[in-house]
């Protein structure tokens, strides 16, 4: 019979699909290695099930079939975001991301936050256990504090350079918003107390300063002056030699204190360049 063979080769490619996969939850325009077009012969067992015989029925429930298409595709989303999970650590998903499935994962967990007042207690309470984040805003500064936590760990201060990325290519820079947060009276008392705790100073223009300027005394103690190369880097990433070229320039302009200034001909730092570069060749 031709229409037996036909839905014994369906089921038998949903068979395959459970077995590599371990469930049955197809995504929309899914085709087997084989080519067969696997999710619309799904459609088409949910739009009969009716004309379905009991020994099918009973076939594909014992697959762990799932005849509500709507929750088949948020058993799907589900999934997704358990393996995302996994290999990331956190669900925070950002808007955009797609899986190597090309599943639009990003837009199901935003779906998910949208209509959070229609889901069901089963699936609030499956979602909170891969740690869904239902404020974003909450979520964003937590994932931000983290990554500074890893900052000072690593460097021993919190003075972050304005265009630092971390491993994870966050924006670690960007941290000069919570100043401005604080100023305005947007940042709560319990991000300021644990910024403060973790040492964040809130002038952060002048805490870079002397950040760096302690990168160039560490400098001068230990080549002896403060003739930085070009291409020079610190091992906090800090491109000293065009902080450096920075101090000149703002002498010039009357941007530096005369507090910076001293602290800097305390380091016996040569303002002029051309005189500075004679003298080295002159030392060489």
Known sequence: DPLTDAWEQGFQELATYKENFGDCLVARNYKAPSGYKLSSWINS???????????????LEGLGFVWDAIKDQWQL?????????????????????VTASDYKLGGWVSSQRQKKDHLSTEQ??????????????IANWENGFQELL???????????????????????GRITTQKTKKNNG?????????????????????????????????????????????????KS???????????????????LSIEQIHRLDELDFEWE????????????
């Open 77 to 97: 989303g589900l999934q997704e975001l358990v393996i995302y999970e996994e290999e990331f650590g956190h669900s925070m998903v950002p808007w955009k991301y």
């Open 124 to 137: 609030i309470l499956r979602l909170e256990a891969v740690g869904f984040v239902w404020d974003v805003l």
């Open 273 to 284: 360049i051309p005189t500075a570069k004679w003298e080295n060749a002159f030392k060489e």
């Open 237 to 255: 990433g800090l491109r000293l030699q065009s902080w450096v070229s920075a101090q000149r320039r703002g002498k010039i302009n009357s941007k």
């Open 45 to 59: 067992q949910r739009t009969k099930k009716s004309q379905l015989t009991l020994d099918r029925i009973k076939r």
């Open 150 to 172: 890893g900052y000072k760990e690593k460097f021993t201060h919190c003075l972050v350079e304005a265009n630092h990325t971390t491993a994870s290519g966050y924006k670690l």
């Open 186 to 234: 947007t940042l709560t008392t319990e991000h300021i107390q644990r910024l403060d705790g973790l040492g964040v100073l809130w002038d952060f223009r002048y805490a870079r300063w002397d950040n760096s300027f302690k990168e160039l005394a560490t400098y001068k103690k230990l080549i002896g002056d403060c003739r930085v190369p070009s291409k020079y880097i610190t």
